[in-house]
């Protein structure tokens, strides 16, 4: 852990080297993420899910559904990555996406999503070739990523988010 809240686990790397032996662990990262998120958000009051994880930060409920739509894109981005030459992907405006009506839902909405997403991502993640994890797909903002990158990406986005919530729990006592 950093002292850094933002980053509580440190910040991510796209340019950092993936090596093979680095996929089995992101995969389980991947496959892990809704039962982790679940556990971290268990048993919070609404007062504490509308608790910022840190000042001027998004809410804990926030955050959630936040990682819902961000592996909600990310999902995609992998199959276009799969089944396109080399596809420009679509960013969006997540600091504007925590604001819209639903993700003042409750996380229940979102855990479920993660359930299924997560269940079919990770079938996905182990049935791939050596040489589909070397495929890429262009991001308008990052450049080009391989989908080895991108694993890479969201086994720490899941641990990034859930360490938001783990370390305000345990700074606040709850």
Not at 17 to 43: D, K, N, S
Not at 72 to 87: V, W
Not at 96 to 112: K, N, T, Y
Not at 150 to 167: D, P
Request: avoid cysteine.
């Amino acid at each position: 852990m950093t002292a850094d809240l933002r980053y509580p686990v440190g910040r991510f790397d796209y340019a950092a080297p993936v090596t093979e032996a680095m996929r089995a662990p992101a995969i389980a990262a991947v496959a892990e993420l809704p039962g982790r998120m679940r556990l971290a958000a268990a048993g919070l009051s609404d007062a504490r899910l509308d608790t910022p994880y840190r000042p001027g930060g998004w809410t804990v409920r926030q955050l959630v559904h936040h990682v819902a739509d961000s592996h909600l894109n990310a999902y995609i981005r992998t199959k276009l990555g799969l089944t396109e030459d080399a596809p420009t992907i679509k960013p969006y405006e997540q600091d504007l996406w925590a604001f819209l009506p639903d993700s003042r839902l409750p996380i229940d909405v979102s855990l479920a999503i993660l359930d299924g997403l997560h269940a079919r991502w990770t079938d996905l993640w182990r049935a791939l070739t050596p040489g589909q994890f070397a495929r890429v797909f262009h991001h308008p903002e990052i450049g080009p990523a391989t989908l080895d990158a991108h694993l890479q990406m969201y086994a720490w986005h899941g641990r990034h988010h859930v360490a938001h919530i783990t370390e305000l729990r345990r700074r606040e006592g709850w």
